[in-house]
């Protein structure tokens, strides 16, 4: 057996977790911004943290211009949902059926890694990081 995070993968692909104890979620990075996949029996829940607006009492001049690109890229955004969490950080998020096995969990990952290049590249110009 293969170890995948908290996960032991089977000859055919198949995942189990490796304790009962263990949650079923795999923590990686992407373009230096934190994400998760994490796994229940009807989805798989796929975040991104995509980086912070910045408060009024650190540089309230940028603040406006992260405000304006967020609400500008949530119009764009189809297949991600884009929220901001109270200490001002944005996520991004997706979820997908949930997977067969091992491949399909990291095809999910890596399709979801690449659905957010554009959106964080805007985020980024923006000053979002």
Do not use: K, N
Not at 13 to 19: D, E
Not at 31 to 50: H, I, V
């Amino acid at each position: 057996m293969l170890m995948l995070g908290p996960f032991l993968v089977a000859r055919d692909g198949r995942l189990s977790l490796r304790a009962p104890h263990l949650r079923p979620l795999i923590r990686y990075a992407w373009r230096g911004r934190r994400c998760l996949a994490e796994l229940s029996a009807d989805r798989l829940r796929l975040l991104a943290l995509a980086g912070r607006i910045p408060s009024t009492a650190e540089a309230a001049a940028d603040r406006a211009r992260a405000v304006g690109a967020v609400l500008a890229l949530r119009a764009e955004l189809a297949g991600l949902d884009l929220g901001l969490l109270p200490d001002h950080r944005v996520v991004l998020r997706a979820t997908a059926p949930p997977p067969e096995g091992a491949i399909e969990l990291l095809a999910a990952m890596t399709r979801f890694a690449l659905r957010l290049d554009a959106p964080l590249e805007q985020l980024a110009a923006a000053g979002i990081t």
